[in-house]
């Protein structure tokens, strides 16, 4: 990498890293309670929650997975960036009215919790909890593409860009949690939204590749054959062999706005009216962030196939090789942006699990603990435990995966299959049970690790092992409902209804 990238970056990556930390200082001086480190609730407007709802979606794996995907398998592989945030938003359509509701009205603070609730059931709970912690693949996800990032851009060790990452991360969400989640992440969004314009400019221009727009295709197309812009599907290829495998990432995608690190940010717009905003900036954001891909396009054609390239690390080469040093090294932050923006959310989603709904929801009910006491007690093991999580993601870290994209998936795809019953069909449906609730989350946590898991049938694409789970956790959720469970008007019976 030159060296005068490398000094820019050293400089923008301190500014950057020194503003998030203020961040977290501002963030500290709004958290007064435990409430306010789980959900910042009611405290910002429709815009800022969809820049960081977006920016949560658009992880490290939009800004370096998926470009790296396409650079090593070629167009097909943009089904994916195309197809999930349109999924995704689908999905919040469905759920995030509801859940802004029951939050406000019943001081809901987890994804976990509004499901216990919803259908009066702590067995739902305590299991949706349990899986959760599958988020940690995600985690660990981040954790590598922004060591990858550091290694790449700024020559750092990759061991120190791990402990550089959690360091900073352990700083500004320790102090003020959702709070500083939010501010930071709206900024950070912010500065993804410029990138992913600019990567959709310098593709379109075929910035770096001799000739026009028409050449940068051609090359694109003698390089990678299979790969090339008229090419819909990869014969053989696990994810993008056929529609039926393209359409199963779709579905698995459905539920994927309601992991317990984004549908908690419901509960911080200010009032349940600004949703139809929230999602209407929603759509346009984060159908423009996973543009990104183009650039792994772009980079077939400008920088070519190198083996001492992996495939992640084709946007930072990338902008070493087509933008002026000072740029490259300000566009390289925005990448790290990406990474930081979906982290801090996951770490505070994690710490939750241990601190709402194992302490506060499970062990606190079975006490004599005093509310105030067991108040200060969870906002400590919140803070406290966001240092299990980054130490565990820096251990689980230390041997990356080859693709980010497929390895932080293991985790959202037992999350997404197990939820798309009980949430999805259930926040709409006031007749949902909990007999159907409890069947269908069952349901889709059996199909998704048997289909996924060698002794299963050896599907090894957790995308569309995802999708078949989904797809049997509603199956289930509406044919329970309709067969097994007349209509219920006593909630205390079977669940609560709020829509």
């Given at each position: 990498?030159?060296n005068t990238?490398?000094?820019y970056?050293?400089?923008?990556?301190?500014i950057f890293?020194?503003a998030m930390i203020l961040?977290?200082?501002l963030g500290?001086?709004?958290?007064?309670?435990?409430?306010d480190?789980a959900?910042?609730r009611?405290s910002y407007?429709p815009?800022?929650i969809?820049l960081?709802?977006?920016?949560g979606?658009s992880?490290?794996?939009?800004?370096?997975g998926?470009?790296?995907?396409?650079y090593?398998?070629?167009a097909?592989?943009?089904w994916?960036p195309?197809l999930?945030?349109?999924?995704t938003?689908?999905?919040l359509l469905?759920v995030a009215?509801?859940?802004?509701?029951y939050g406000d009205?019943?001081?809901?603070r987890t994804i976990?919790?509004?499901l216990?609730?919803?259908f009066?059931?702590e067995?739902l709970r305590?299991?949706?909890?349990i899986i959760s912690?599958?988020?940690i693949?995600?985690?660990?996800s981040?954790?590598v593409?922004?060591a990858?990032?550091?290694?790449?851009?700024?020559?750092?060790?990759?061991?120190?860009g791990?402990?550089?990452?959690?360091?900073v991360?352990?700083?500004y969400?320790?102090?003020g949690?959702s709070h500083?989640?939010i501010m930071t992440?709206?900024?950070?969004?912010?500065l993804?939204l410029?990138?992913?314009?600019?990567?959709?400019g310098?593709f379109v221009?075929?910035?770096g590749?001799d000739g026009g727009f028409?050449d940068m295709l051609?090359?694109?197309k003698e390089?990678?054959?299979q790969?090339g812009?008229?090419?819909?599907?990869?014969?053989?290829n696990?994810?993008y062999?056929?529609?039926?495998l393209?359409?199963?990432l779709?579905?698995?995608?459905?539920?994927f706005g309601?992991?317990?690190?984004?549908?908690?940010?419901?509960?911080?717009v200010?009032?349940?009216?600004?949703?139809?905003?929230?999602?209407?900036?929603c759509?346009?954001?984060?159908?423009t962030?996973p543009?990104m891909?183009?650039?792994?396009m772009?980079g077939i054609a400008a920088?070519?196939?190198?083996?001492?390239?992996?495939?992640d690390?084709i946007?930072?080469?990338l902008f070493?090789e087509i933008?002026?040093?000072?740029?490259a090294?300000l566009?390289?932050?925005?990448?790290?942006?990406?990474i930081?923006?979906?982290s801090d959310g996951?770490?505070?989603?994690?710490?939750q699990?241990l601190?709402?709904?194992?302490?506060?929801?499970?062990?606190?009910p079975r006490?004599?603990?005093t509310?105030?006491?067991?108040?200060k007690?969870?906002l400590?093991?919140?803070?406290y435990?966001?240092?299990v999580?980054?130490?565990?993601?820096?251990?689980m870290?230390l041997?990356?995966?080859?693709?980010?994209?497929v390895?932080?998936w293991?985790g959202?795809g037992?999350?997404?299959?197990?939820t798309?019953?009980?949430?999805v069909v259930g926040a709409l449906?006031k007749?949902?049970?909990?007999?159907g609730a409890?069947?269908?989350?069952l349901?889709?946590?059996?199909v998704?690790?048997v289909v996924?898991?060698?002794?299963?049938?050896d599907?090894s694409?957790?995308?569309?092992?995802a999708?078949?789970g989904?797809?049997?956790?509603?199956m289930?959720?509406?044919?329970?409902t309709?067969?097994?469970t007349p209509p219920?008007?006593d909630?205390?019976?079977?669940g609560t209804?709020f829509?």
């Amino acid at each position: 990498m030159d060296n005068t990238i490398v000094m820019y970056s050293w400089i923008f990556i301190t500014i950057f890293l020194g503003a998030m930390i203020l961040f977290g200082w501002l963030g500290m001086k709004k958290t007064h309670s435990a409430d306010d480190f789980a959900t910042a609730r009611s405290s910002y407007g429709p815009f800022t929650i969809a820049l960081v709802i977006s920016a949560g979606m658009s992880s490290g794996s939009t800004f370096m997975g998926m470009p790296g995907l396409a650079y090593e398998i070629g167009a097909p592989s943009l089904w994916y960036p195309l197809l999930y945030p349109i999924a995704t938003v689908i999905g919040l359509l469905f759920v995030a009215k509801t859940i802004k509701k029951y939050g406000d009205e019943f001081g809901t603070r987890t994804i976990p919790e509004f499901l216990g609730d919803r259908f009066n059931s702590e067995f739902l709970r305590i299991v949706l909890t349990i899986i959760s912690i599958l988020l940690i693949f995600y985690v660990v996800s981040q954790f590598v593409a922004a060591a990858t990032m550091f290694q790449t851009i700024m020559g750092i060790d990759y061991k120190a860009g791990l402990i550089l990452t959690g360091v900073v991360l352990a700083i500004y969400v320790f102090m003020g949690g959702s709070h500083s989640d939010i501010m930071t992440d709206a900024v950070q969004g912010f500065l993804m939204l410029i990138i992913s314009l600019t990567v959709v400019g310098v593709f379109v221009f075929s910035v770096g590749v001799d000739g026009g727009f028409g050449d940068m295709l051609n090359t694109i197309k003698e390089r990678n054959p299979q790969g090339g812009f008229d090419s819909l599907f990869l014969p053989g290829n696990i994810t993008y062999g056929s529609f039926w495998l393209v359409a199963l990432l779709f579905v698995a995608h459905i539920p994927f706005g309601i992991l317990p690190h984004l549908g908690n940010k419901f509960m911080a717009v200010k009032s349940g009216k600004d949703m139809k905003k929230l999602i209407m900036y929603c759509t346009l954001i984060a159908t423009t962030l996973p543009l990104m891909g183009l650039g792994g396009m772009l980079g077939i054609a400008a920088v070519g196939y190198d083996a001492s390239i992996a495939p992640d690390q084709i946007i930072p080469v990338l902008f070493s090789e087509i933008f002026p040093p000072i740029l490259a090294a300000l566009l390289s932050v925005a990448v790290l942006s990406a990474i930081m923006s979906t982290s801090d959310g996951l770490i505070v989603s994690l710490t939750q699990l241990l601190a709402n709904d194992i302490y506060r929801k499970t062990i606190v009910p079975r006490t004599g603990i005093t509310k105030e006491k067991a108040e200060k007690v969870e906002l400590l093991l919140s803070r406290y435990s966001t240092f299990v999580v980054i130490i565990a993601a820096i251990l689980m870290a230390l041997n990356p995966p080859k693709f980010l994209s497929v390895f932080m998936w293991i985790g959202i795809g037992g999350i997404v299959s197990a939820t798309a019953g009980p949430l999805v069909v259930g926040a709409l449906w006031k007749r949902s049970t909990r007999g159907g609730a409890i069947t269908s989350l069952l349901a889709g946590t059996i199909v998704y690790w048997v289909v996924y898991l060698p002794f299963g049938f050896d599907f090894s694409n957790p995308f569309g092992a995802a999708g078949l789970g989904v797809l049997i956790s509603m199956m289930t959720m509406i044919v329970y409902t309709l067969t097994m469970t007349p209509p219920v008007t006593d909630p205390k019976k079977e669940g609560t209804s709020f829509t």
